[in-house]
């Protein structure tokens, strides 16, 4: 396994551009079961979750092929199989963008139930809802969802929930919707932008959909659907982490390939903390635009809610607490998507952040500067919190478990090196851990109890968060 050692202080300087986004290329990799003719993808990032849908898109009988560093070509060879193994399934919950696809182009999708996570839940009932109203037989059995359908209908589907829509379920039921026979109209669709490029790549196969960026969509089922050639729209959470390391290192960083009219809530609250932002090259065509971000000497307090789109996204949620960790005065972060996603509040406290959780908000004390430490990542997005603290942080700090950021960055450490950034990815053990880190060096600890922490030490398993 390996860990990030940063060294932290240098003010971030430089150009970088950002990748197509991970939350709209995996639900439309997806879809490309339903196309019966070949498929490109353009700028699809090259992460650990786009290998895991393509070996799993392979199981299920497609040729996922990477053309170059930035697409890839998918081709459906053999119809026949329907299930999607646990193996696969529990490695990315993004698996279950399978679902409605399988379905309404095989009649069948047997689908692990991907489970929970550590940003909750994560249940699926709207996703088995939406299908069963357009007909689908859903049962649970052995851990899978067992779905079947002989021809779908189309019907009315509302698929609003307690915590808003449901952005791969919007996606699970309007895939499914397109090939149901009639007309289906979905109430309470989610609207972000990936579920709007994942509806513009459908339509690009010859799918018949109205109303796409609205709560209110109407899908006019066909009978087949073709191939395209697609680019997938730039990431609009790697482009508010790359302003947001901007602003935190005092740095003059200029991010190419935005889409600012994807990120109004971020860029809005972004300026509310007194970062500057501009927009320094319109987007053209399939290239988005660029923003150079000046960071403040000093940050000012904020209250962010992390909402639905148009809201701010739940997915900055940990990225805006690590900034307004350095704010002057007291901020609120609340998060009314997931609740229960504030595993990075220990670990940034141990950087030097006063936190302190209460519900499904978290309530910070803005402090002078952060220091580095030891911390662990737990999930995509807190991996993404702890870099950033670290990068603002005086001395190393070490980051463990950060195959979570693999997951959805591509080279993160690379492209933030090309800054002025100190990142070294290296192999998670007791060497590679500067020394100033290890408190122990110099504590005299009497010689037998060395002897059993140190054996302690070999055989403690790491923990699992
Ligand atoms: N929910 C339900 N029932 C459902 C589905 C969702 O109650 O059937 C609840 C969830 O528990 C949550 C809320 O509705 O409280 C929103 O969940 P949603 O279904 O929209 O999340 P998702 O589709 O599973 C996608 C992204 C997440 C992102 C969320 C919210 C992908 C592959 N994942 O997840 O991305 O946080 O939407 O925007 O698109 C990430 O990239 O780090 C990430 C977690």
Known sequence: MDMFVVRGGTPLQGRIRVSGAKNAALPIMAASIM????????????????????????????????????????????????????????????????????????????????????????????????????????????????????????????????????????????????????????????????????????????????????????????????????????????????????????????????????????????KETGVEITEIEAGSGSTGATLRVRGPQSLKQAECSALPYPGLPTDVQAQFMALLSLADGISVVTDKVFPDRFMHVAELVRLGARIHREGPSAIINGVGRLSGACVMASDLRASAALVLAALAAEGDTVIRRIYHLDRGYEQIEQRLNSLGASIRRVEDCAENVPANLQLTQGVSVPAPHIAVAASVAKTAAPQER
């Open 35 to 270: 196309a019966d003719d070949a498929v490109t993808l353009r700028d699809v990032p090259d992460l650990v979750d786009v290998r895991t849908l393509a070996s799993l898109l392979g199981t299920l009988g497609l040729l996922v092929e990477r053309q170059d560093d930035q697409s890839l070509q998918l081709e459906v060879i053999d119809n026949s199989a329907t299930v999607a193994d646990y193996e696969l399934v529990r490695r990315m919950r993004a698996s279950i963008c399978v679902l409605g696809p399988l379905l309404a182009r095989r009649g069948r999708a047997c689908v692990s139930l991907p489970g929970g996570c550590n940003i909750g839940d994560r249940p699926i009932d709207l996703h088995l809802k939406g299908l069963e109203a357009l007909g689908a037989d859903i049962r649970i059995e052995r851990g899978y969802v067992m779905a079947s359908a002989k021809r779908l209908r189309g019907n009315r589907v509302f698929l609003g929930g307690s915590f808003g829509s449901t952005v791969t379920g919007t996606c699970n039921v309007l895939a499914a919707a397109v090939l149901a026979d009639g007309v289906t109209t979905i109430e309470s669709a989610a609207c972000e932008p990936e579920v709007v490029d994942f509806g513009n790549f459908l339509r690009s196969l010859g799918a018949k959909i109205d109303g796409l960026g609205t709560p209110f969509l109407r899908i006019e089922g066909v009978r087949r659907l073709g191939g395209t050639d697609h680019t997938i729209i730039p990431d609009r959470i790697e482009a508010a982490t790359f302003l947001i390391a901007g602003a935190m290192t005092r740095g003059d960083v200029t991010v190419e390939n935005c889409c600012p009219g994807h990120m109004s809530a971020i860029l809005d609250k972004l």
